[in-house]
């Protein structure tokens, strides 16, 4: 009776989540359709801006898993409840706990597909979303971004743009030497891969080296670049926020930036939040529970989603509000990201107990 009833629970859990999802991916791609329309760049039309928002679909669903399993649950289960069918539940034996757990098990199969949508399709499609765009705005197969910074040891690289076939447009290099000095200053054309060794080679080469009395100049056709850089990663970093990289991506990112003495904080907490985002997800589902056994016990539907918005809302903008402030005051990455999340499991925890 009651391994039934979790799969009834389940069942009419998942239906409602899928529905939510697919209204709200719905609504948030026509408005960012209708934002990407606003463009005036002749060769950015609408054919070119539908692509873009399909491109960026996967991510959209990603980001809005907590907040569509959420809601999606506070539907199914207010309506289980509306038929009274939670309180024949309960008198049938299943405790809040078995409800919460038969809910769970939907969430957790639900956060599993939203990872490995958030892990494998939603960065590289978000990419070559970014890519798309830049080149229908620009007109051009080349990307040109505001100027991208790497940094290898005492080489320090600035990026103008990415080309066709993994090239590098505009690659501008400041040497170090060991007391901090500028000692020597190239720019080139572009900068490619070798096909046979798959080393870096720059093109067209103009370079100054900067001496103790005198500067000397050089013009040259070809030159190596030891550089352990790779160009989507490059490309990657330049087009996308932290937050929007795979976790593998993230964890390289954050390896080299440790490596080099750079601030990896944003990246930290881009991770961090991706790590245990099933958890704010189950910690939704727990308030979601609480809610429903507790004071929208009697609510209608209007009054349920209108809710769901509301703490949804207060939950997202609490994380938007403590990721800022880490970096400011220097709060573990960890720690902010768990904050609200332990608050959700906090304010759930305490509506169950006050229902039984």
Known sequence: MI????????????????????????????????????????????????????????????????????????????????????TALRAAGASLQRLFGALALTVLGFSAAAFAIGEWVAPRFDVAAEALRSRALQGSETIFVDGYWHREGPVFTHVEGFGAQGRLIGVTQFELDDAGRLRRVQRA????????????????????????????????????????????????????????????DLGAQIGYMDGEGLDARRHRLALWSKLLQPLATLGLALVAVGFVVGPLRETGMGARIAAGIVVGLLFKYLQDLLAPASLVFGIPAALAVLLPIALCWGVGAALLRRAQ
Do not use: H, K
Request: charged content about 20%; some cysteine.
């Open 189 to 248: 054309q572009f900068a490619e891969r070798d096909q046979a060794g798959g080393r870096w080679r720059l093109r067209d080469v103009r370079a100054t080296a900067l001496g103790a009395d005198a500067a000397t100049a050089a013009r040259m056709d070809d030159v190596a670049w030891q550089s352990e850089a790779d160009v989507g990663m490059l490309s990657a970093r330049a087009l996308v926020a932290p937050q929007r990289l795979s976790l593998a």
């Open 3 to 86: 391994a039934t009833a979790d799969r009834y629970v389940a069942r009419v859990a998942l239906t409602a989540i899928a529905v939510v999802l697919a209204c709200f991916v719905t609504l948030t791609g026509l408005f960012a359709f209708m934002e990407e329309l606003r463009e005036e760049e002749a060769t950015y039309g609408a054919s070119e801006a539908g692509m873009y928002v399909l491109l960026t679909l996967p991510r959209r669903m990603y980001e809005l898993a907590p907040y569509v399993t959420f809601l999606g649950a506070l539907i199914g289960l207010g309506m289980l409840s509306s038929s009274s069918e939670v």
